[in-house]
């Protein structure tokens, strides 16, 4: 059976969504099998680079976004802007993860399928895929770019309104730290230049004192030899 559109999906009832996975206590899971997530990234770009503008693509009400349409959404835009001012201009995150499972009371189709097909309207289905409850007005993609990238960023992700079930606009500003932390990666990276700095400068001191030692040595060498030739002079005299 193929995939549904995605407005089979797109509407949040008043049930609580449907998560429980338990790893560690495999006897509370309340889902037997998890289907797999189609989202394969969360950080693209550069994320080291300081940037000034933050732009961030906005939902327009309460919707269920599945993982292939926030996957579909993630390519589109990616690939844009890497054409356009290349992959170390610009930083991306995608905001939201795709936790809820969806589920389907799957039944047969086609000629001769009558029997197959009856059964409970309101059964209670089969995990088919993930989406994730969204509510309005939510960030859902944000990217980090230069101010004279800022145009190009928003044509991006206005792209990404075919592939999204609701309504999308794009907030532009300047508080580049409500994308959040960075990967970790990044930030052990810039620990780690922090504490070389000051170890640099010790070793450079710890150099400046054994030049000034060496030089000190040398000094009272000379002095020791000019006092040695001296003395025998004197003695001279007085014979």
């Not at 969504?17 to 693209?44: C, D, E, H, W």
């Not at 959404?73 to 990616?78: D, H, K, L, Q």
């Not at 300047?174 to 930030?187: A, E, Q």
């Amino acid at each position: 059976m193929g995939l549904r559109p995605g407005h089979c999906y797109s509407n949040i009832d008043s049930n609580r969504a449907y998560t429980r996975i338990a790893l560690s206590v495999p006897r509370k899971n309340y889902i037997g099998a998890v289907p797999g997530l189609k989202t394969r990234q969360f950080n693209m770009g550069n994320p080291s680079k300081n940037y000034s503008h933050v732009l961030d693509l906005v939902t327009g009400h309460s919707v269920n976004i599945r993982d292939n349409a926030i996957e579909s959404a993630r390519i589109t835009i990616n690939r844009f802007l890497n054409n356009k001012i290349g992959k170390d201009n610009y930083f991306m995150r995608i905001r939201i993860y795709p936790f809820h499972i969806l589920r389907e009371n799957k039944q047969a189709q086609g000629a001769g399928a009558d029997r197959v097909s009856q059964g409970m309207s309101h059964a209670f289905g089969k995990p088919i895929g993930r989406a994730a409850r969204v509510r309005g007005k939510q960030k859902i993609i944000s990217i980090l770019v230069n101010e004279e990238h800022v145009t190009i960023a928003k044509e991006a992700l206005l792209r990404a309104k075919a592939r999204m079930p609701t309504g999308l606009k794009v907030l532009i500003g300047t508080d580049v730290k409500s994308i959040g932390t960075r990967p970790k990666k990044v930030r052990e990276a810039a620990e780690e230049k922090k504490e070389e700095k000051p170890v640099a400068g010790k070793e450079k001191k710890e150099g400046e004192a054994e030049g000034e030692k060496k030089e000190a040595g040398k000094e009272g060498k000379k002095e020791a030899k000019q006092d040695s030739k001296k003395e025998p002079k004197k003695e001279d005299k007085k014979k």
